[in-house]
């Protein structure tokens, strides 16, 4: 069935460093993709999506770009900060939405 | 902002006992699912609901599950006699459209402790 995979974490990041975190999905359809952010102690909000294979999307400096030729949706960010210390979830839209298992990201200062 | 809203926040329950999760979604939702994550886990699909009936439920969805629609603004999850192995938090979720395209907006979660 279709399922996403996320690097493993947790990742630490000093302030200003560059941020990857890898993802890769299987479906058997055309799916739509999703970047989910859960900050402590909070739910889950979209972050970003893409909808269709070379698409870019991009939010608070994030971004990630649909790659239909090796099936994978990177999240990127040039500089974090301390407030993007989060759990970021790469998820897959064809129906149901389903999620890869989660990236704990904690930024140093 | 319209929110999708959940109560409880936290509840603490005794292995067997009726645990009944409520949720507002945002109002001109038509669409409406539930989520868990185990903690440490991943989010994982329970169940997806529109039209007062079952669109889709995962194998996690067993017989001790339902949902219902009471009224023009709550959407609920029972589980009917709790396990151990339910604690998890649970999500629920609503959307616009039943597109692929679409977003889901999701509530803060109500944590749900079995002892």
């Known amino acids: 069935g279709d399922s996403v995979t996320q690097m493993e974490g947790p990742v630490t990041l000093s302030e200003e460093a560059f941020l990857t975190i890898n993802c890769t999905y299987t479906?058997?359809?055309?799916?739509?993709l999703f970047w989910y952010v859960q900050y402590p102690g909070e739910g889950l909000q979209l972050l970003l999506k893409?909808?269709?294979?070379?698409d870019k999307g991009s939010n608070k400096g994030f971004e990630a770009t649909y790659r239909k030729e090796t099936t994978s949706f990177h999240l990127e960010k040039g500089s974090v900060q301390v407030s993007d210390s989060a759990v970021y979830f790469c998820a897959l839209r064809w129906g149901k939405l389903i999620f890869g298992q989660g990236t704990e990201l904690s930024v140093k200062p | 902002e319209p929110e999708v809203t959940q109560t409880p926040s936290h509840q603490v329950t005794q292995m067997g006992q009726e645990v009944i999760l409520r949720c507002v979604p945002i109002s001109n939702h038509l669409y409406f699912y539930w989520y868990r994550q185990i903690l440490g886990q991943k989010v994982e699909f329970l169940v997806s609901?529109?039209?007062?009936?079952?669109?889709?439920k995962s194998e996690i969805f067993d017989d001790q599950f339902s949902v219902e629609r009471p009224d023009g603004s709550n959407f609920t999850l029972k589980i009917r006699s709790t396990k151990l192995e339910d604690s998890a938090m649970y999500f629920c979720?609503?959307?616009?459209?039943?597109?692929?395209?679409?977003?889901?907006?999701f509530g803060e979660g109500s944590r749900l402790t079995v002892l």
């Open positions: 609901f529109y039209n007062n009936e079952i669109s889709e």
């Open positions: 893409a909808t269709k294979a070379d």
């Open positions: 979720a609503s959307s616009e459209l039943d597109l692929n395209t679409g977003e889901l907006f």
């Open positions: 479906a058997t359809g055309y799916p739509s």
